[in-house]
């Protein structure tokens, strides 16, 4: 039976960049990487950010309607902006969450000659709300810094040069403020589900709990809050890179019943123009030179994502499929052949 887990793991930040105790703390994001696919990740050095952003997003949401309406997500091709209640879906379900969706600020504007998913790529909606700008962009540029430090330390660990997933990254990484408001027991916040955007999510979340992930045995493990932390887990962009050898893990979030969740995820992008066959050569390449177990190596045969299916030609396709199905009504807006095209398809 495959190895697996009880309870998430931590990693502490400042051990893995310290000469003294980098070996030893490497090893232990060896074990989260392969067996959990989540860690916390601790003593970061962004916890005063994290909580200053956290504590502006209930005036942020409690913002009128008009002001969240008049950067809906229906005007953004890009996918960028207001979510209302009840709008997204994940495993065909309604999610009971409203949210603001964000990217890297500085996009190039999107050409009728370029391709059709560089659209994805795009300007940011910001809200009537003082300083969300600069709230939004510094979040944006803190933590993409530790995220790519963090890639580097997982090559390390993985027994690879710190630079083997740099040619990976995309240009534009998205950041998320999310609320879940008070639900009905037992209620779908975010349905089950792999992170689907990139290299890996970087989440913050408030003290009201409610994520669980799903170990091998099927069973829902909780991950409650941790002040300070930053909950890591792995997508299935960094999933189809390394072969399925580091395997993204499934998750989901029960809505709160007695008070509001607040939460705060970043997805670390990939490239838009990576094409199934360059990600069939690095992931044999990348699948040779990672000492995995013989259980690790097993698993990287055929990763079920639909980064690897045929049917698209690239992952900024593959991406684009996945936006227009959890948003349909910008899906139907913006790419109304493409909607129709992808909500008949069954992936091979």
Not at 20 to 41: C, M, N, P, Q
Not at 64 to 74: D, G, H, L, T
Request: proline share 7%; charged share 20%.
């Amino acid at each position: 039976m495959p190895e697996t887990f009880s309870s998430v793991p931590t990693v502490d930040f400042i051990k893995l960049t310290s000469p003294d105790t980098k070996s030893e703390e490497l090893a232990k994001l060896r074990d989260a990487i392969f067996v959990v696919g989540f860690l916390y990740l601790t003593k970061t050095g962004l916890e005063n950010l994290i909580s200053r952003t956290q504590s502006s997003l209930p005036a942020l949401f409690a913002l009128p309607a008009e002001a969240k309406q008049k950067c809906n997500m229906i005007h953004s091709p890009s996918f960028l902006g207001y979510t209302r209640l009840g709008a997204e879906t994940t495993a065909a379900k309604t999610d009971l969450r409203e949210q603001f969706d964000f990217g890297t600020p500085g996009m190039k504007p999107w050409k009728e000659e370029d391709p059709f998913w560089q659209r994805l790529e795009g300007p940011n909606q910001y809200p009537e709300y003082p300083a969300s700008q600069d709230m939004v962009e510094g979040y944006i540029t803190k933590i993409e810094d530790l995220a790519q430090t963090f890639v580097h330390l997982v090559a390390e660990c993985l027994s690879l040069p710190s630079t083997t997933f740099d040619a990976f990254k995309g240009n534009m990484s998205r950041l998320k403020f999310v609320k879940y408001p008070p639900s009905a027991p037992d209620s779908q916040g975010v349905g089950p589900h792999k992170d689907s955007a990139g290299l890996f999510t970087f989440l913050s979340q408030d003290d009201t709990g409610g994520l669980q992930v799903l170990n091998k045995n099927g069973e829902w493990i909780d991950v409650p809050p941790v002040e300070g932390s930053l909950v890591v887990n792995i997508q299935q962009g960094f999933e189809a890179i390394t072969g399925g050898i580091c395997a993204a893990t499934t998750h989901r979030v029960i809505a709160p019943t007695s008070k509001t969740r607040y939460s705060i995820p970043f997805f670390l992008g990939v490239r838009l123009d990576l094409t199934l066959d360059q990600l069939k050569n690095s992931a044999s390449h990348i699948v040779q030179c990672i000492p995995a177990s013989d259980d690790n190596k097993k698993r990287a045969v055929d990763v079920p994502s639909e980064f690897l299916s045929p049917l698209y030609s690239c992952f900024g396709e593959a991406h684009l499929r996945n936006r227009i199905l959890s948003h349909p009504d910008v899906g139907r807006k913006w790419y109304p052949e493409l909607y129709a095209k992808y909500s008949q398809q069954i992936l091979k």
